[in-house]
């Protein structure tokens, strides 16, 4: 039998509106009213129709999130802290993948605005992009996640991607190596920050860098330690080989230290390797790898808190968020 919240009401002696203000966590409800009802509807296993609530306010309390692949360990883990914010207000989180696929995209943003999401938030494969209407539905607030789209002017948490670079590639300077190679994608926002870090940190400390020691992949984050092994077999055949390489993430780190090491060489004593992302398997590889710590759990904690806001006055325009990245020093490139 379906438990409504009328019967609630009948059982406990108070209005069908009280019961209704408790569920919706208003303030003008008197402590032992409020604890008498939340009691009884855990007697009864009350589960609110989330339909019914939605039809009827507009709003269905669920937040959608498209990202580039779903198994990528920062994915996962800013999902994961996403969606214990959004659960603590009773929110759902509706995840969808993109597979670095600009069509497919598209049309994971029109499957979640038929679904009625309250926001979408988006760690978008598309460039080019010059306005809000032509990264999602006009009617669905929007969240930019870890690729930003500036010239579009949306609301964007992320980690500061140039500073990224700069630590990284000051960190393996700073361990006396002069060829540092660079890893990196191609376009989106953190791919070309980091690469500009990388180069900033170079130019700073009047290093030369060959052309040959900048290696750039598309789909990087869904090839990981393919594209990272891959590319780290192309500069061990240069007739000058890189005494050191920063990777754009965990994931491309641990292929190219895998090349070095199938190559016959030490990491880091002949190739110093540095990730991005400080993924939670770091410290355990054969190596374990430094890495630069983007702060993951908290742009999920953050996103969730500006995706409620978005959620209750979807005209806001909430300020973006930019966190300072942190260098995490292990054995792939300790100073010998």
Do not use: W
Request: charged share 25%.
């Amino acid at each position: 039998m379906t438990i409504r919240l009328k019967d609630i009401a009948d059982d406990l002696g108070v209005s069908v509106v009280t019961v209704s203000k408790v569920l919706r966590g208003k303030t003008d409800i008197g402590d032992e009213t409020r604890r008498r009802v939340l009691q009884r509807m855990k007697e009864l296993d009350y589960r609110p129709n989330m339909l019914a609530r939605g039809l009827a306010s507009g709003r269905t309390q669920t937040v959608g999130l498209i990202v580039p692949d779903l198994v990528h360990p920062f994915f996962a883990e800013f999902a994961k802290s996403l969606a214990s914010v959004l659960r603590a207000s009773q929110y759902a989180l509706i995840l969808a993948s993109s597979e670095e696929d600009p069509e497919i995209e598209e049309q994971e943003i029109r499957t979640l605005a038929l679904r009625g999401v309250d926001v979408l938030l988006l760690a978008s494969c598309r460039v080019g992009l010059r306005s809000a209407s032509q990264v999602c539905d006009a009617k669905i607030p929007c969240l930019l996640v870890d690729r930003n789209l500036a010239v579009t002017k949306m609301p964007f948490v992320g980690s500061d991607d140039v500073r990224a670079g700069e630590l990284a590639t000051e960190h393996l300077i700073s361990i006396g190596r002069k060829h540092i190679a660079h890893i990196g994608g191609q376009e989106t926002s953190p791919s070309v920050d980091r690469a500009r870090g990388y180069a900033n940190a170079i130019s700073r400390h009047k290093l030369k860098v060959l052309e040959a020691y900048i290696v750039r992949n598309s789909r990087i984050e869904e090839g990981g330690d393919t594209i990272g092994f891959q590319a780290m077999q192309r500069l061990l055949r240069l007739r000058s080989k890189p005494d050191a390489v920063f990777c754009y993430n965990d994931l491309t780190a641990v292929g190219a230290i895998e090349a070095v090491l199938q190559a016959g060489l030490r990491v880091p004593e002949d190739v110093a390797v540095i990730g991005c992302g400080n993924f939670r398997y770091a410290g355990y590889l054969r190596v374990p790898l430094s890495s630069i710590d983007q702060s993951t759990m908290e742009l999920g904690r953050l996103a969730g808190e500006m995706a409620l806001e978005l959620s209750s006055q979807p005209s806001a325009t909430p300020c973006s968020a930019l966190l300072q990245p942190s260098l995490v020093v292990r054995a792939s490139t300790q100073r010998q």
